[in-house]
């Protein structure tokens, strides 16, 4: 395929991101601009911000890359990530916007009153944030190699720059205007080659094979393994091998391979058949959002399901780039609105990767054996269109997949920024803001150099399981319950948050390997979730003394329309 | 200091405040509410408890809704098109409707609370 036209793509966002964030810094005027955007941001402006920060990397790139190679189940992903804002709404988003806070630390401080609690949120806000950003910044770099074949550290370099420009430059109220027109390119990026690729299949016969399991090959097909892996069959399977495959070289040789497992070694060469089934590559831990804990959802597919719903539904609300967004809207019925507004533009755009998935089982079957399943989404026009229309539509994917990158991350280091300027960072002020800024991005940048190969959709995963053991309850429990405690509050982040921290970061170090004990590590939000409400309300109970003084009156303008409070004062 | 001329003492000028400071916990004492009073906090309380209230019912039907679908999809192991339309396609409107039904009930709670409390 041609890179030039993505390349200018690429670069075309780029400059857009920037002079639009340009734009907003010329009207950025007041501290109060720079953080919260003065708290001005009407309704549509501020949901079509929300959309595009929310929509990272994982959702346009990898939703369809785990569809394709793993089925309908991995549909799961987008429908939590949607409801998730359901339950937001449900139970956080005025009561947080009329609290006045601006971070998840500032909620903590104001509903506690303890800085110890305080801190303990920024910590796991930073940690949170961190584990979030990291994926946006392998995916880009995932995205320039595939499309350009530069080093995988190029793209994720020139998103850090990028974003740390914007953001250090801009603060909130250039940020907002950015990640608007972010979400309108990337819908754009999706839908119109999503509309072309339909007719294509149409044109093709409307094959409707993408909907069995497991997906086969349309046509023959020849795959050359770049990497060593270990391929797992049901059934016999009937290919010709160029290269080494289970120890033994082969060339150009029919092979009949049994039921189980195979090694296949780099550099060789499988053909495949018309009508083959497509075998599941194991590579264990290796790079790319799709190849996520799939070994434990095959032990115990309904765990795992339900783990995953209870994490996205309730670990959404809790992630530091969309809670710091409620503050900048205007007051709580505005912040209400927003977020139904938002509901629906996110719930419009998750229509479209499934179509990628689905095409993507018929047309790029074998993306899934060399591991490259996220790249899907940007071969498919090139598989399927192919000439200059193809490359065009590919170019225009590519833009949208970066501008994916870009908003995400902006957003994230915005929050991360935030409370490093506000808790770590000596004292306040703009040019601090700046230098959290390049602190926010500095370690994500540095820990995607060191770890490099860490599964994306892992540490996407392990960011909403944390976020929804840790936050959830103390949004919850501090919205609509007066007998919280600061012990309690701390007591809940650590046991629940930390236990689910420690459990997937087990997992994915390989620990303890296989059986019923690895899936309940690897899904921790169904015990991790109940597990932090549980102790944060026990020891909220067991230590009644330390239920702040000021409870009632802070609760009271929580759930107090504006209204009331407007006519109080007057 | 005596004996000096009033005209020339000095004094500190300053602007009124360019934005009025958003009252953060603190209310002028008008209302029982603001008092802070027993009867105060009644109100406060019933207002929390018909928005929680409305908060449940939404996710108890967000609960029926899709808590049963593994389950359903687990019983019908061939039935992988259904699965692919009501996960790729069918949720997302239920979501926005169950979103539009929970804001006009709050907000009509709300509309509601302020009449109470203007009435009084």
Redesign the interface.
């Known amino acids: 395929m041609n890179s030039s036209y993505a390349i200018t793509a690429v670069a075309l966002v780029v400059i857009a991101t920037v002079l639009v964030g340009a734009f907003g810094l010329r009207i950025s005027r007041t501290t ?1 601009d720079f953080y919260v955007a003065s708290r001005t941001v009407g309704p549509r402006l501020n949901a079509a911000a929300i959309s595009g920060e929310y929509l990272s990397a994982a959702s346009f790139l990898g939703i369809a890359g785990l569809v394709l190679v793993q ?3 991995m ?2 992903y987008p ?1 939590g990530y ?2 998730g ?3 937001l ?3 956080v988003a ?1 009561p947080l916007r009329r609290s ?1 806070a601006y971070t998840l630390p500032d909620f903590a401080e ?1 509903r506690l009153a303890s800085q110890n609690v305080r801190r303990l949120a920024g910590a796991f806000v930073v940690g949170v944030g961190w584990l979030y950003l990291l994926p946006q910044l392998q995916g880009a770099g995932l995205t320039l190699a595939v499309l350009t074949g530069a080093p995988d550290l190029l793209g994720g370099g020139i998103v850090a720059v990028v974003v740390v420009a914007t953001v250090a430059a801009g603060g909130m109220r250039s940020i907002t205007f950015v990640q608007a027109f972010q979400y309108w390119l990337k819908l754009t990026a999706l839908l119109v080659p999503a509309i072309f690729l339909t007719l294509a299949w149409q044109g093709d016969g409307s094959p409707r094979h993408a ?3 497991p997906a086969t090959f349309r046509e023959q097909r020849v795959v050359t393994v770049d990497d060593s892996l270990d391929l797992t069959i049901d059934r016999p399977l009937t290919v010709t091998v160029d290269g080494r495959v289970d120890g033994r070289a082969r060339d150009d040789q029919r092979v009949r391979l049994a039921a189980g497992t195979h090694h296949i070694e780099h550099g060789t060469r499988l053909t495949f058949a018309k009508g083959s089934a497509v075998p599941a590559a194991d590579r264990g831990s290796s790079n790319g959002m799709s190849t996520s804990l799939e070994a434990s959802r095959e032990e115990r ?2 765990y795992a ?2 783990g995953l ?1 209870l994490a996205t539904f309730l670990g959404t609300m809790g992630l530091p780039h969309v809670v710091v967004r409620f503050y900048t809207s205007p007051h709580g ?1 505005a912040a ?2 927003t ?2 507004a938002v ?2 533009l996110i ?2 755009f ?2 479209l990767p ?1 179509v990628y998935g ?1 095409l993507g089982r018929i047309y790029t079957p074998e993306l899934g054996l060399t591991g490259d399943a996220d790249a899907a989404v940007l071969l498919l026009p090139d598989r399927m269109i192919g000439g200059a229309g193809g490359d065009l539509l590919g170019a225009l994917v590519a833009g949208g997949a970066f501008a994916a990158f870009l908003s995400t991350a902006s957003g994230l280091t915005m929050a991360v920024a935030g409370v490093l300027t506000q808790d770590v960072l000596p004292a306040r002020g703009v040019r601090h803001f700046r230098l959290g800024t390049v602190l926010a991005m500095a370690v994500p940048l540095a820990a995607s150099v060191l770890v490099g190969g860490l599964p994306v959709a892992d540490a996407v995963g392990l960011a909403f399981a944390v976020s929804a053991s840790s936050f959830c309850p103390l949004l919850v429990l501090g919205i ?1 319950w007066r007998r919280l405690t600061p012990p309690g509050a701390a007591a809940g982040m650590v046991i629940g948050g930390g236990g689910a921290f420690v459990a997937v970061a087990a997992t994915m170090a390989g620990f303890p390997g296989t059986g019923p004990l690895h899936a309940l590590l690897a899904w921790p939000a169904l015990w991790s979730v109940p597990l932090g409400f549980l102790t944060m309300v026990l020891v909220s109970l067991a230590t009644p003394g330390r239920v702040p003084t ?1 409870t ?6 929580f ?3 504006e ?3 407007a ?3 007057a | 200091m005596p004996g000096q001329d009033p005209a020339e003492r000095r004094v500190t000028v300053t602007g009124p405040p360019r ?1 009025v400071r ?4 603190y ?2 004492p ?2 029982e ?2 008092e ?1 009073t027993t009867l ?2 009644t109100y ?1 309380r019933s ?2 408890r018909t ?2 209230r409305a ?1 449940l019912a ?2 108890a039907v ?1 609960g029926l809704l ?1 808590g049963p679908l ?2 359903v ?2 019983a019908m192991p061939d039935a ?2 259904l ?2 339309a009501v ?3 069918c ?3 239920p ?2 409707l ?3 039904w ?2 006009r009930r ?2 009509r709670n ?1 509309r509601d ?2 009449r109470l ?2 009435d009084r």
């Open positions: 109060s089925g309908p189940d549909l799961w429908v949607t409801a804002y359901l339950v709404l449900l139970f005025a006045g104001a909907f069995e399991e597919p309904l399901t339900y719903i019925v209400r609105r977020t139904v509901l629906g719930g419009a998750y229509l499934p689905a609509w000021g009632a009156a802070i609760l009271a303008r759930h107090l329309p209204e009331l409070r006519e109080v004062k | 934005r958003r009252a953060t916990g209310y002028r008008r209302t509410i603001d802070q105060g906090h406060v207002l929390m928005q929680l908060a939404v996710f967000l899709v593994p389950l999809f687990a992988h098109r699965e692919w996960l790729g396609f949720l997302y409107a979501l926005v169950l979103a539009l929970y804001v709050a907000e709300e609370f302020v409390v203007e």
